[in-house]
């Protein structure tokens, strides 16, 4: 069936939530007799060119994990059947790991693939494409068969990250490629006229049609879900679905946990907002004490939806500050707050550091067999390197630090010739005010105004200090200045709460930060959404986007300067335009008090 046929067929359904509460699940199922403690596996098979043996199983077994994933293999049937007969051979279950998400080939028009609000596409097709749902059926069923074999096949875990090309978000809001509308528009009997992509949201929202455009595409994936756990059901009503990012996107919460979630087989929501410290900068107690806080808040969105389900907390040990004796903590911790852990594995060598982590990993697994979750109150035994208080200097050039995960936004300030870049490397006002100007961008931490990265922060400007506060970064953390701004709540294209899928900004005000733009000059942002603010009585708005909301608000704060900054800079590609010339110009204008 097609995209257009499909949701032509589909009446628009409201999603109905219940608030109770519903039971922990622990012991209603096999796989949860106990804490599942899952390892999806990137460093073990790695060590053997991406292929897990028997020797891995048993070695996994024996550090206290009862349930195994490679990372690979999770789509070939054979590969599956081995890993589930091994994992069984050791009393272990096994979860098959793969996309949410299908690439899309390079022929695939744009009617078929993921459209954002701004009309760019993504190299994935679309959550309303029959390649999408008919792929992920096959797959899934192809698990559940295998399941009636051999019992310790658990369940299919779904990875619902983004990770193609032009990616904005994870997988999935609402489509807006042509399909889709083409359908909606069929099915409320009105005429679509000639659209290009980036006209597509303007039209439903120029109808009022939004949220009844979500709710049309909401009722398919219902549908589809619907069917898929049916026919799974049908084979093994016990087998179980894992997905993940939780608490999760639009089509998780409002597609999948109505229909995908059951009594006898209860889904298995996986987290990935603890995966290391919330920053590499903060000690260990408060570092474990912020991740206790985030899990109990993100628990809220499935434990108000009253589905069936387990909630387990993510550990990465890739991140910045992820080290053995914190990743053993963290997993005691989110056993305690949670219904149990799962670790992306990657980052530790198998010949270096892998044994340290698996010895911590052990003590915590073993907490959980006892249900004492003792290790993470524990006193930390070993050193933190929780950043530097000296800084390299190389050249007589104003001096600019970079938090980031991109390195094209490094570039563009240092193509200039003005700067020396650094990587940020410490917290402490010893160390920051060797910098003339700070850029955070990816430095989401949700701390509070006197939390000690946000005090030294604040003195660092007040002191003299240029401070640029990026994308989620502003958004995130409780404002260092609110009377200049504070994060803001978007009303239209929004996707997460915060972000704007939109792409145009518009000068709002004459400024010295920037340089040859006057006010109304329009220009379009390389990431394809933004966040906005809330101006307070001491902030300057000089830009806003194309529904009149702030995205860059400054201020001169005490001796020093701050930009709030609703843009995220080089995703994938160098800064042009109006955006290359406002981020250098506000940069200049925050290094002006370094020179």
């Known amino acids: 069936m097609s995209v257009n046929r499909f949701l032509a067929a589909v009446a628009v359904a409201t999603l109905l939530c219940s608030c109770t509460t519903p039971p922990r699940y622990r012991g209603s199922h096999p796989f949860l007799k106990e804490q599942p403690r899952i390892l999806v596996d990137k460093v073990l098979m790695l060590d053997n060119k991406w292929v897990m043996t028997e020797d891995h199983v048993r070695e996994i077994k024996a550090a206290g994990f009862n349930v195994v994933s490679p990372r690979l293999g999770g789509t070939d049937p054979a590969r599956v059947r081995k890993v589930a007969a091994m994992a069984q051979k050791h009393d272990m279950f096994y979860v098959a790991w793969m996309r949410g998400s299908l690439s899309t080939p390079k022929n695939v028009p744009e009617s078929e693939r993921y459209v954002y609000a701004d009309g760019h596409s993504c190299d994935i097709y679309s959550p309303n494409a029959d390649a999408l749902w008919d792929w992920m059926e096959k797959t899934i069923l192809e698990h559940v068969r295998i399941s009636v074999e051999i019992p310790a096949m658990a369940g299919s875990f779904l990875d619902f990250e983004n990770y193609a090309k032009g990616k904005a978000g994870n997988c999935y809001n609402v489509s807006y490629d042509s399909s889709t509308l083409q359908a909606f528009a069929a099915a409320r009997g009105l005429t679509l006229p000639e659209l290009g992509a980036a006209q597509h949201a303007e039209w439903v929202a120029e109808q009022k049609l939004e949220d009844a455009f979500r709710d049309f595409q909401i009722a398919g994936w219902r549908e589809r879900a619907r069917r898929i756990r049916e026919k799974i059901d049908a084979i093994n009503p016990g087998f179980l679905l894992l997905i993940y990012p939780a608490p999760g996107t639009l089509l998780m919460t409002e597609g999948l946990y109505p229909e995908w979630a059951t009594e006898e087989a209860p889904l298995v929501l996986c987290n990935a907002s603890t995966y290391g410290r919330p920053s590499e900068f903060i000690e260990e107690a408060a570092a474990l004490k912020a991740n206790r806080k985030i899990l109990k808040d993100t628990m809220k969105v499935p434990r108000a939806a009253g589905i069936p389900h387990v909630y387990l907390g993510g550990i990465d040990p890739v991140c910045a500050g ?274």
């Open 322 to 595: 992820a080290d053995p004796e914190f990743c053993g903590k963290n997993a005691s911790l989110i056993c305690d707050v949670t219904d149990g852990y799962w670790i992306f594995y990657e980052g530790p060598e198998y010949k270096k550091d892998h044994p340290e982590y698996f010895r911590w990993f052990k003590q915590a697994n073993a907490d959980s067999v006892a249900g004492e979750f003792d290790l993470w109150r524990q006193p930390r035994s070993q050193p933190e390197q929780l950043g530097d208080t000296t800084l390299e200097r190389k050249t007589d050039l104003l001096q600019v630090g970079i938090y980031n995960t991109r390195k094209k936004l490094g570039e563009d300030i240092e193509s200039t010739g003005k700067y020396e870049i650094h990587k940020v490397r410490g917290m402490s006002l010893e160390y920051l005010q060797k910098l003339d100007v700070i850029v955070l961008q990816n430095f989401n931490l949700a701390i509070e105004t006197d939390h000690p990265i946000s005090i030294n922060l604040r003195k660092y400007v007040e002191q003299g200090g240029g401070l640029l506060l990026g994308h989620d970064t502003a958004w995130f953390m409780e404002s260092l200045f609110p009377k200049v701004a504070k994060r803001g709540y978007p009303k239209h294209k929004v996707d997460s709460v915060r972000h704007v899928l939109d792409t145009t900004l518009v000068v709002a005000a004459q400024h010295p930060g920037l340089p040859g733009l006057a006010p109304g000059a329009r220009f379009e942002t390389e990431f394809g959404d933004h966040m906005i603010f809330k101006p307070g009585p001491e902030g300057s708005v000089i830009v806003r986007n194309q529904f009149g909301d702030p995205v860059y608000v400054v201020a001169d704060v005490g001796k020093g300067r701050v930009v709030y900054s609703g843009c995220y800079y080089g995703y994938s590609k160098n800064l042009k335009g109006g955006e290359r010339a406002t981020l250098l110009g506000l940069v200049d204008w925050l290094a002006e008090n370094g020179e």
